[in-house]
C-alpha cells in the first residue's frame, strides 16, 4: 500500500469535535476588541471626548491622553488574559506581521510591574528591516515605524497558553514613506470624503460631513484534509497543485454550489464564525461554491478600513482553525486545476454620515440625479482607469484566474443591469436647455426604481457589476489583501467626483439651469464612456475580439499590468490625491514584480523535487512491474510454449513504451526547466518575469501533462501524491 493510500483510512476515521452550542451573537459579539463603548468605560470623558476628535477630524491627542487610553487598554487587555502586545501591520507582502513585547517593565533589580505607555502604543520600531521595501530604505536608515491606527480597535488573538494585545498600525519609513498597504487607504478615504463633499454640496447637502467607502468582500476558500495536504509538497510549498489528473467528476454536475454543507465543513464554520465574532468580524453569509470543497463566507459590510482589517483578520482565523479541524484552508487563487478557482468579490460603495448611501436612488428628482453623478463618475473611473484595477490585482496566483473561463477576464469592463442602461440610453438621447421636474420624470429618473439584485445580479462575468447599491469589483484574488484595490478603486473614483463637480459647476455657469447641467454632463460622460460598457457574457471569444476593437486592454501577464503603476499619468493621479507618492509607487511596483518572479522560482523548484522525488520513482516502479511482467511472458512463451494472442503481446509491449515515454518527456522537460531557471538568474527583474510568464509557465504545464498521463496508469499503490478525487471529494 502506498502512504498515499493509507492515508484514506485516517482520513475518514476523524473524529468530529462536539462543539457545545454557542451563546446568542448578540452577547458576545466584538467582545475581544477595545472598541468604541469599551474606551468610553474605561478612561475619563475629556480624553474620550478627545480621542472621538481625533478620529473624526485627525487631531491628534496628547501624550498624557495617549498615556490614559494605553494604561486602559493594557488593563482591560489584562483581564482577558494577554501578557503580550504587538502593533499588529500589513506589509507590502500582503500578508500581516507582527512582534510582540511583554507588558513587563523593571521596578527595582529582579523585580518588573506590567506598564504600557501612550508612546509605547502610538509608534513602534519592529526595525523589520527585512520586510521588502522597494528601496524605500536605504540601509543606514533601515528602519520601519509602525504607527498606531486609532479608526480600528485593538484585538486580542487568542492562543492555547496565553492571549496576546494586537494593535492595529500602519507601517511607514523613518520619512513617512508607506510600508504597507494600509496607509494608502487610508489616504484614499481622505481624498474620497473630499471630492464627494465637493459634489454633494452642489447638490444642497450642506449638512454631510463626511463621506467614506465601505466594502464587504467575499472570501473564497477551499478546504481539505490535513493528513492530504501533509503529502503535497506543492500545497505545502505554493498553496497550489503543480501536478495531479483531473478527478472524472468535478464541478460538471454542479452539485457543491449552494449544496447541503457536510458537518465536518459546518462545524468548521461555527468555530470560524464564533471566533470572528468574538473579534467583531460581522460575518453573515456561508454557503458552498462551484468546487468541489470550495466555500465561502461573506461577512456584513462595513467602513473599507475595517473592513479591509477585519478580512485580513478573517483569513488569519480561518487558516487557525481549520487545523483544529484536521483541515487546511487554501486562499490561493486556483489551488486545482480544471475546477473554479477562488477569488474575493470586493462590493463597494459609497455612503455619508448620515448613513445614505450614494450608490442608491432616493426618493426625489433631484437625489435621483445625485445618484445618476456619482455612477457617471464611476463610470468614467473604470473607463479612464482599467489598467490601474487591473494593476490592482496583479499577482502570480491570480493570473491563473484571470481570463480563464470562469473568473472574470482580464479586460475590465463595467456591468450596469438593463433597466439603468435603458435610463443612460434615454439621458443621451436628449438633453433639452431647461429641464423641469416633469422632463425629469419624462426620462424615467423622476422615479428611479431601487435596483434590487435580483434585475442586475444575473451577470456573474462581469468584472465591475452594478449590484444594486453597490459595484462589484470581482478580479480580485482570494488570497489578496483588498487595500491596494480599494485604494485605487477610491482614488479613480475621486478624481472623477471631482471632475463631473467641475464640469456641473461650468455648464451651470454657462447656462443658468443646474439640472439641465448636470443631465447634459452626465450625457456627456455616458457618451465618453461607452466602450467601458459591457452587458454580454465576459466569458465568450467574440468578447475578447470585441474589446480589441474597442480598444480596451487585456493583458494577462502579470508583470505587464504592474506597469500601470509607474506610468507617468498615474503617477500624476496618484500624487495629485496624495495617496502614493512617486517613490511609493515605484516601490511597489519592484516589490511586485519581484514576488512574481519568487513566486514562480518556489513553484518551479518544488516541481523539479517533485517530479525527481515523487514521480519517476513511481513511473519507474510501474515500469519495472511491466517490464518483468513482459519478461516472464516472453520466456514461458519460449519455455513451456505458452500460447499469447500476439495482439495482446504487442499491447503490453505498447503500453510499456507509452511509459518510459512519459517518464522521458517528464525528465527532459523537467532538466529544461531546470535549465531555464539557471538561465533567467542573469536577468534582471523584469526581463526574468518575461521569460517566466512566457516560457516558464508553459514548460510548467507541459511536464504536468505528462505527470498527470503517468498519474492515470501508474498501479495506485505505487502512486504517493494524493490524488484530486480523494482531496477535494472525500469530506
Ligand atoms: P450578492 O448577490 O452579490 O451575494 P449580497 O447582498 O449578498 O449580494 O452582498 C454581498 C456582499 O456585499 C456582502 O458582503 C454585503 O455586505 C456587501 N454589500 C452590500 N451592500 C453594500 C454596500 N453598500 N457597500 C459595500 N458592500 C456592500
Ligand atoms: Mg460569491
Known sequence: MSIRQKLLFKVKSIELKKIVAPLKVSTYFGQDTFGIEIMRKHVSQKTFEAFKIWISEGKTISLAQANEIANAMKDWAMAKGATYYTHWFQPMTGLTAEKHDSFISFTGPGKVIEKFSGNKLIQGEPDASSFPSGGIRATFEARGYTAWDPSSPAFIIESTLGNTLCIPTIFISYHGASLDKKLPLLRSDDALNKAALGLLKLFS????????????????????????????????????????????????????????????????????????????????????????????????????????????????????????????????????????????HLNWSLVDDQGNNLLNPGETPEDNLQ??????????????????????????????????????????????????????????????????????????????????????????????????????????????????????????????????AGQIKKV?????????????????????????????????????????????????????????????????????????????????????????????????????????????????????????????????????????????????????????????YVRRNTIAMVKLLEKAKKLSDKKRAEVYFSQLKPLMEHIRKHVDQLECVVADDAWDLPKYREMLFIK
Open 205 to 344: 447637502h450642506k449638512h454631510t460631513k463626511k463621506v467614506f467607502s465601505t466594502c464587504g468582500p467575499e472570501q473564497e476558500y477551499f478546504l481539505i484534509d490535513k493528513n492530504y495536504y501533509n503529502l503535497r509538497q506543492d500545497l505545502i510549498m505554493t498553496g497550489r497543485t503543480l501536478t495531479g489528473a483531473p478527478s472524472p467528476k468535478g464541478q460538471q454536475l454542479e452539485d457543491q454550489y449552494f449544496g447541503t454543507i457536510k458537518e465536518r465543513m459546518l462545524n468548521y464554520m461555527f468555530d470560524v464564525a464564533s471566533d470572528a465574532y468574538k473579534l467583531g468580524i460581522p460575518i453573515m453569509t456561508r454557503h458552498n461554491e462551484v468546487a468541489p470543497h470550495q466555500y465561502e463566507f461573506a461577512p456584513i459590510f462595513e467602513e473599507s478600513n475595517l473592513a479591509a482589517d477585519h478580512n485580513q483578520l478573517l483569513m488569519e482565523l480561518m487558516k487557525k482553525i481549520a487545523l483544529r479541524h484536521g483541515l487546511v484552508c487554501l486562499f490561493h487563487e486556483k489551488p486545482f486545476a480544471g475546477v473554479n478557482g477562488s477569488g474575493k
Open 371 to 500: 445618484f445618476l453623478a456619482v455612477l457617471a463618475a464611476v463610470l468614467r473611473a473604470v473607463y479612464l482607469h482599467g489598467d490601474l484595477l487591473r494593476a490592482s490585482v496583479a499577482l502570480a496566483g491570480n493570473e491563473h484566474r484571470l481570463g480563464a473561463n470562469e473568473a472574470p477576464p482580464a479586460i475590465i469592463s463595467v456591468f450596469l443591469g438593463k433597466q439603468l442602461t435603458h435610463i443612460l440610453d434615454m439621458i443621451e438621447r436628449g438633453v433639452k436647455s431647461r429641464v423641469s421636474k416633469r422632463d425629469i420624470i419624462d426620462l424615467g429618473i423622476g422615479r428611479l426604481p431601487k435596483f434590487n439584485k435580483d434585475t442586475t445580479d444575473r451577470n456573474r462575468t462581469s468584472p465591475f457589476a452594478f449590484t444594486g447599491t453597490k459595484f462589484e469589483f470581482r478580479a480580485v484574488g482570494s488570497s489578496q489583501n483588498i487595500s491596494t484595490p480599494i485604494a485605487v478603486i477610491n482614488t479613480i473614483i475621486a478624481e472623477n467626483l471631482d471632475y463631473i
Open 508 to 664: 451651470t455657469a454657462q447656462q443658468g439651469d443646474f439640472n439641465s447641467a448636470v443631465l447634459k454632463v452626465i450625457s456627456g460622460v455616458i457618451q465618453e464612456t461607452k466602450d467601458i460598457r459591457f452587458e454580454g457574457n465576459n466569458y465568450c471569444a467574440e468578447w475578447i475580439k470585441e474589446a480589441k476593437k474597442r480598444g480596451l486592454p487585456n493583458i494577462a501577464a502579470t508583470y505587464k499590468a504592474l506597469e500601470a503603476l509607474i506610468k507617468k499619468e498615474n503617477i500624476s493621479l496618484f500624487e495629485k490625491y496624495k495617496v502614493f507618492s512617486k517613490e511609493e509607487l515605484v516601490a511597489r511596483y519592484h516589490i511586485w514584480v519581484h514576488m512574481y518572479n519568487l513566486t514562480m522560482e518556489i513553484e518551479a523548484n518544488t516541481l523539479n523535487e517533485m517530479v525527481n522525488a515523487s514521480v519517476v520513482p513511481a513511473g519507474y516502479k510501474y515500469e519495472r512491474l511491466l517490464s518483468s511482467a513482459l519478461d516472464k511472458l516472453v520466456r514461458l512463451k519460449k519455455s513451456v510454449g505458452l500460447k499469447v494472442n500476439a495482439a495482446a503481446l504487442e499491447d503490453k509491449k505498447a503500453h510499456l513504451s507509452e511509459v518510459v515515454s512519459s517518464i522521458y
